[in-house]
DNA sequence: CATGAATGAGTATTCATTCAT
DNA sequence: GATGAATGAATACTCATTCAT
């Protein structure tokens, strides 16, 4: 039932999406929706809780096999990109909400576990970053942020039959910042 | 009118804003607004294009006094995010509407319109982006959407009374691209 | 449901008529309307179908003591005034609507449906009308035109306590046409 | 201008009229014509009273050749469809708000003034059947509503390139009515 | 657990009407 | 006379939520 939510919320966003857009991707009724959650906003929450715990255990999944920091980092972001924009069925609709929905289409009282959900999931990418052998004086969480903002954005122009693969995308993202561009 | 519209749109989302919120802003009853805009979505819209025209005119502005490429693309993106960060009571709104409003809030009629704007505005990036002297086989594309996400994602973590100044985030985003980040 | 629905639109017609008459008149709110019909105009459809058959059965059960076709027609006209104007607490809304709901009061999707249960009611009359022995040569469909033209105009001018019982109405239409008025 | 109104009215109905579609009738704003009428109700009342001068002109019109009452009454008749039904650009937009307005579609308080108009326009028709030579004992006002109930349905069925002239039509149910329809 | 029916607080939108210019 | 802009009351319709069954 979580999984036909996260589908819903991720393909029209919070706003649009009517309990009972939900109920019928769950060949449910929309008034038994509430026997499972209070209300709309802690549907969504769950989902977006959902959505943390999944795509977290997939990168920590990829960081397994050892290798370089920045290996790590590009490893993560491949998967990352993967549960975001890939085709698996189950998890990708979760990651989507990642990103289709904002902050502030939460009710306002969900705030608060919203932000400690983000961080959460940001956290691991926070230790990738601070293991990174960098250049002194980087300003680390600029660059994690400027790292998320670049990925949370792959979903708006990812096309699933373009030229590019969230490996590749990975791949070319990673060196970019590595390497730098200046010939 | 346009202002005050956009003002309400960026800050509770265009789902939320309702008619009498930006009627009230305006200092009009909500039936008025439909004198010059048919329909919420058209206002909407109308906002939408405001702020490309102004964070254009604000970006293009701000490469007059020549310089290499890479000086150029950074003096762009710090207009950009003095835009979309700045106090400047004008323009801020205009340019928030950008990151807040995501392409679902659009009523679908518009979405052809919303998506020739981006475009349009993308392309000032995409000519800076195509001066820069580059690595052979660099994906230009791929860096602009690489450079725009982590842009647009900046007025979701930017505090207005935090460490960075727009010109100071713009300065180590380019820094970080142009250089790489390997010690 | 339908009831009340029929007596406030025959009472203030369809465009005056408020969802919230309505839903007064059925003891629910407004909005409950809607679970049942999705539109002002629908319901509005639904009230006219049950109108027609409503009109039609009345019709058809005072056709069957055998007799003359202008018997059979005398008996089919009052059946039908006193549907429209009898003071039946059922039937007579619905009836009613037939006539003070003028066709393009309809939403213009509804025009066809409209059109098809006119037919369908009249056919009756077709019928009855075809079975008399007239005078060759006779237009037929103008006469059952003229018919029906002098019967929708009845609830115009009826008044439930003036001299004439819609029996009588009845009778003397028929014999105008009948017999003729010359002396 | 009037006329302009009378075309709109008879075509979409009171209801459904805007003041903004008269307006753009006659070439006018919407705020204009209050100079000229002090209300949407007026204005009907206005373009109401107008037809009725112009179809009862018609009709006395008609009436001016001496003849016998049946044909008298037939010329009345063709007179009153003419202007109905009939493509004379001027006349034929007041007549039909006749019957494509019902009286519940006027506000009330112009209720009193409408019954005035149409009873001082059915006086024509009353002196008509009053002059027939008809049968004893006929009720001569029940007649006269059958009549007219007739020909306001005509503009409901009539098509402009079908068989049947108003002239016709006229000599049908005046014969129908006169000689009886019995063999 | 699930449902169907009902609710009521919104929400965008319409439109007759007003009025300063 | 005419207009553009504004008003505000009304209205159909939506939807999260409730609850008896």
Known sequence: MLEAAARVF??????I?????IAAATGMTAGSIYYHYPSKGDLLLAVYAEGV???TAAVQA???????????LQRAITAHLQMMVG????DAPFAG???QVLPHDF?????????ALRNGYEATFRTLIDALPLKRGTDRRLLR??????????????????????QAIARVMTRHLQAGLEP
Chains 1, 2, 3, 4 share one sequence.
């Open 87 to 90: 085709q698996a069925p189950g």
């Open 62 to 72: 990829a960081l397994e096999p050892d290798g370089t920091p920045w290996e790590k």
């Open 17 to 21: 999406t009517t309990m009972r857009d």
């Open 107 to 115: 009710p306002p009282e969900h705030h608060e576990a919203l932000i």
């Open 53 to 55: 715990r999944r795509v």
């Open 97 to 99: 909400v990642f990103v």
């Open 10 to 15: 991720r393909q029209k966003g919070y706003g």
């Open 145 to 166: 942020l400027q790292l998320i903002g670049a990925l949370n954005h792959v979903p708006q122009w990812y096309r699933p039959n373009g030229p590019r693969t969230p």
